[in-house]
């Protein structure tokens, strides 16, 4: 069982910045390669970043390859997502998750889901 909790979500105006966290409980978080998904209101969970058990390699979404940046920090078991110039079309609920087998960018293929934290950006 491993915990997840996203926080930073909020409002923002489009061009804004933001930055989620996502906090883990355990002394294991090294061992999984860590995930952000975003959904919208009618939409499916998709896919916007996942980033290795060391950090040292990282995977986006085109929609927002050069936008967002994900990082991690071990010592205090905590993941992040800068996310700069944003659109509209970024508004969702942000999760985060964690994958044992770093094998999948599918929401099917992650092992603990966060619950999730809303960002709303304005026109």
């Given amino acids: 069982q491993v915990d997840l909790v996203e926080s930073g979500g909020g409002l923002v105006q489009a061009g804004g910045s933001l930055r989620l966290s996502c906090a883990a409980s355990g002394r294991t978080f090294s061992s999984y390669f860590m995930d952000w998904f975003r959904q919208a209101p009618g939409k499916e969970r998709e896919f916007v970043a996942a980033i290795s058990r060391s950090g040292g390699t990282r995977y986006y979404a085109g929609s927002v390859k050069g936008r967002f940046t994900i990082s991690r920090d071990n010592a205090k078991n905590t993941l992040y997502l800068q996310m700069n110039s944003?659109?509209?079309?970024?508004?969702?609920v942000y999760y985060c998750a964690a994958d044992s087998t770093g094998s999948s960018q599918s929401a099917r293929g992650m092992d603990y889901w966060g619950k999730g934290t809303l960002v709303t950006v304005s026109s």
Avoid: G, R
Wanted: glycine letters at 0%.
């Fill in 86 to 92: 944003l659109k509209p079309e970024d508004s969702a």
